[in-house]
C-alpha cells in the first residue's frame, strides 16, 4: 500500500512534468534522508521532496526483516541526537534492539515531525541528470515522472543494494530463496525445512542461531571464517534508560569526540606493551561485557598486526572452547584476516548453534559451490538437498545504490563513467562535474566505519549549513575542483594505508566481493572527529576547493 501524499504545489503535471517549484529533492528514506528533509524544510523553510523506492520509511531497517536482525551500535547510541525533546520521548528496551524496535522509532520520527506529507513512497528513482542551462536536476521516477529541484540529496544509502551471487543454476531451484536485505514483510516459515544458509558476515551471524531454532535442519556455508564478540544483550534497566535520559549532552559529546562516533573511547593503551597476563585479563573483561567495545581495548588493534594477533588469537580460543565438534571449530577458527580488518560482527549465540544436533557447517574454501541444483547446492564434494536458500550474502556496498540512480554530470558524463576506476569524491559529499549534488554517507566519508547516525546528522548539518549560506549570498551552484578531489582521494587512500584494513584482499570496503568492481578502498579510515574538524575547517575558509557561483 503506498502512502504517497504528494505536495499540491510539486505534483507532476497532466504532461507528466512537474514545475519548478522544488528546491531540493532528496532520495531515500531512512535516517539520513529523513534528517536532511526535515534540517531543509523546516530549519532553512526550502520547497523540498523525498522519493522512496519502498512503501514506507526506515531504510536499512525497513528492508532488513531476516531473522536475527538488530543493531550492534547500543540502542542509546543508534538514534538521532539532533532534537533533545526527541531524545527525552523516545525509550529504548534492549541494549541491541531488533529490527521492528528500529523500525517503529523511524516512524515515530517521521510522525513526530510530520514528514510523510513530503515523502512519495513506492517512487524509484532510475535516472538523474543535470542540467546546466537551468541550473537544475531533472530526475525520472520508475513510473515515468519527471521532477526537478536545484539541489539534489542522495541519501540511498551503504548498505541498500542486494548482492545475490550470480551461482550457476540459481533459476533451477526447485524451492524458495531469499536475500536477507530484501527479506518478505509476510516473514519466512522455517518450520520442518531444509535451511541453506549462505555467507558467514554480520547478517548471517545474526541469522543462523535463530533459523536453526525452527527449521528441521540447518547448513551454514562458509566461505571466510569470521571473528564474532557476544553481544551479551539485554533488556536495559530503568536506572540505565534513566541514565541515558540525563546525560544526553555527555553521551553526545562523548559519541562526537571518538573515532568512531560510539560512546566509548578507544583505550590509550598497546597490546603489545601490555603484559600477556594483564592483557588477558582486558580481553576477559571485554568479552564478558561483550560487543563492539571489545575493539576498544587497545589503541594499536588496528595498525599493528602484532597487536592485532594477540586479540585475533584470544577470539580463536574463545571459540575453541565453545564449540564442541573438534572439525568444526577447526573450520570456524580458520580466520585468514586481522581482527576488525573487516567489519567485525557482533552475535548471540552464533558459535554455539554449531552444537546443535541440527545444524551442519560446510566449508567452502576446502570444497567450492559448483551450482545451485533443482534440489540444493553442489559443491565440489557433496549435494546438499535444501527447501530454502538465505542468501546473506551481504550488499554492493557504498556505490552500488549511488551509482543505480542513473545519475548524469554537467557534460552529459555518467557517475558510472566518472567513477570506472572506483568512487571519487571531495569530502564524501561531493564529486567533480555533478554540481549541486550532495551525498550522504558516500565514498569517501567515515560512514561505515562509524556508529552510522553521527556521520550522518554531521553530513546533513554541513549540506544544510552550506545550501543556506548559498542562499544568504545569492548563490546557486557549487561544485568541487578536481584538484580538490584528488587531495581527498589522496588523504583516503593515505588514511587507510595507516590501518591493516585496506590488507584484506576480500573486503567489502574494497568492493571486492561484487565482480568486476574496481578495488579501491571506501570508507575514510581518519576517524569521525578528525573528519568533522576538517569539514569544519573547509566551510571556515569559504568553502575552499569547492566553486561556487
Ligand atoms: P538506508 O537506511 O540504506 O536508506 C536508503 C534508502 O534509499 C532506502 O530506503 C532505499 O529504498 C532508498 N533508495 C535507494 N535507492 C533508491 C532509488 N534509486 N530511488 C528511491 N529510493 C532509493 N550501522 C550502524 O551504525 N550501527 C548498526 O548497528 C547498524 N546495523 C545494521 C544492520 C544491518 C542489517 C544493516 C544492513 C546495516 C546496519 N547498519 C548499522 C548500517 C545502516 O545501513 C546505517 O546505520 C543506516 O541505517 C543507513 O541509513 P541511510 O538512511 O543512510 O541509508
Ligand atoms: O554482508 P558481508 P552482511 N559464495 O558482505 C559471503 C552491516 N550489518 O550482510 O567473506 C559464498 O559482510 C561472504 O564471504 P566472503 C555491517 O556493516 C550490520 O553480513 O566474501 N559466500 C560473507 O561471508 C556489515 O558488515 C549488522 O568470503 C559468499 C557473506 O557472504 C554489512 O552490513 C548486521 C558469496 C557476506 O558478508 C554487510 O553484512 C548485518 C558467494 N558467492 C549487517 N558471496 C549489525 O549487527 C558472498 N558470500 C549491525
Not at 157 to 166: E, I, K, R
Not at 229 to 238: G, M, Q, Y
Not at 254 to 272: E, I, K, Q, W, Y
Not at 436 to 447: A, D, K
Amino acid at each position: 500500500m503506498s502512502q504517497t501524499r504528494p505536495n499540491a504545489s510539486t505534483a507532476p503535471t497532466a504532461n507528466g512534468r512537474a514545475d519548478d517549484a522544488l528546491d531540493a529533492l532528496i532520495i531515500g528514506a531512512g535516517f539520513s534522508g529523513l534528517y536532511q528533509l526535515y534540517s531543509l524544510r523546516d530549519r532553512l523553510g526550502l520547497s523540498v521532496e523525498l522519493l522512496e523506492a519502498a512503501d514506507g520509511v526506515g531504510g536499512t531497517w525497513y528492508w532488513n526483516r531476516y531473522p536475527g536482525a538488530r543493531c550492534d551500535s547500543e540502542s542509546h547510541s543508534y538514534c538521532y541526537s539532533f532534537s533533545e525533546a526527541l531524545h527525552q520521548e523516545w525509550t529504548w528496551s534492549e541494549r541491541y534492539p531488533e529490527q521492528p524496535e528500529i523500525l517503529r522509532y523511524l516512524n515515530h520520527v517521521a510522525d513526530r515531525f510530520d514528514l510523510k506529507r513530503n515523502i512519495r513512497f513506492g517512487t524509484r528513482v532510475v535516472a538523474a541528470r543535470y542540467d546546466a542551462a537551468d541550473n537544475r536536476w531533472h530526475v525520472t521516477t520508475e513510473r515515468g515522472e519527471h521532477l526537478s529541484a536545484r539541489f539534489l540529496i542522495t541519501a540511498v544509502g551503504c548498505l541498500s543494494s542486494a548482492n545475490v551471487p550470480d551461482i550457476p543454476g540459481r533459476d533451477d531451484f526447485a524451492g524458495k530463496w531469499y536475500h536477507t536485505g530484501t527479506w518478505p514483510r509476510e516473514g519466512v516459515d522455517f518450520s520442518g525445512k531444509r535451511v541453506g544458509l549462505i555467507g558467514t558476515g554480520s547478517t548471517g551471524i545474526q541469522a543462523a542461531p535463530v533459523i536453526a531454532e525452527t527449521a528441521a535442519h540447518l547448513t551454514v556455508f562458509q566461505r571466510t571464517a569470521n571473528y564474532s564478540i557476544p553481544a551479551r544483550n539485554a533488556p536495559l534497566t530503568p536506572a540505565f534508560q534513566d541514565h541515558v535520559r540525563e546525560h544526553f549532552a555527555e553521551i553526545r559529546a562523548l559519541m562526537h569526540a571518538t573515532a568512531n562516533g560510539h560512546p566509548f573511547a578507544v583505550a590509550d593503551r598497546s597490546a603489545l606493551a601490555t603484559e600477556p597476563a594483564e592483557r588477558e585479563a582486558i580481553y576477559e573483561a571485554a568479552w564478558q561485557k561483550g560487543g563492539l567495545q571489545f575493539r576498544a581495548t587497545f589503541r594499536d588493534l588496528l595498525v599493528d598486526k602484532a597487536a592485532n594477533d594477540t586479540a585475533a588469537d584470544f577470539i580463536r580460543r574463545k571459540i575453541r572452547a565453545v564449540v564442541k565438534d573438534p572439525v568444526k571449530a577447526a573450520i570456524l577458527t580458520d580466520i585468514d584476516h586481522p581482527f576488525a580488518a573487516k567489519r567485525p560482527p557482533i552475535d548471540s549465540f552464533y558459535f554455539e548453534t554449531f552444537n546443535r544436533d541440527n545444524v551442519d557447517l560446510v566449508d567452502l574454501r576446502a570444497a567450492p559451490i559448483e551450482r545451485i541444483t533443482a534440489r540444493g547446492v553442489r559443491t565440489r564434494e557433496a549435494e546438499y538437498p535444501l527447501d530454502i536458500i538465505v542468501f546473506a550474502t551481504g550488499f554492493d556496498a557504498m556505490t552500488g545504490a549511488l551509482l543505480g540512480i542513473g545519475l548524469t554530470g554537467r557534460d552529459g558524463v555518467s557517475l558510472r563513467e566518472h567513477w570506472s576506476a572506483g568512487p571519487r569524491t571531495y569530502l564524501g559529499l561531493q564529486t567533480d562535474g555533478f554540481p549541486n549534488l550532495f551525498t550522504i554517507t558516500g565514498p569517501g566519508s567515515p560512514s561505515v566505519l562509524c556508529n552510522m547516525p553521527v556521520p550522518i546528522e554531521q553530513h546533513v548539518d554541513w549540506i544544510t549549513a552550506c545550501i543556506a549560506q548559498m542562499r544568504a549570498r545569492g548563490q546557486s551552484r557549487i561544485e568541487p575542483t578536481a584538484e580538490a578531489v584528488a587531495g581527498w582521494v589522496e588523504h583516503v587512500n593515505a588514511a587507510a594505508n595507516a590501518t591493516l584494513l585496506p590488507q584484506v584482499g576480500h573486503s567489502w570496503y574494497l568492493g571486492a566481493n561484487v565482480p568486476g568492481k574496481p578495488r579501491v578502498f571506501m570508507p575514510y579510515a581518519g576517524g569521525m572527529a578528525q573528519y568533522r574538524e576538517i569539514c569544519d575547517d573547509v566551510a571556515a575558509r569559504g568553502y575552499a576547493g569547492f566553486v561556487l557561483s
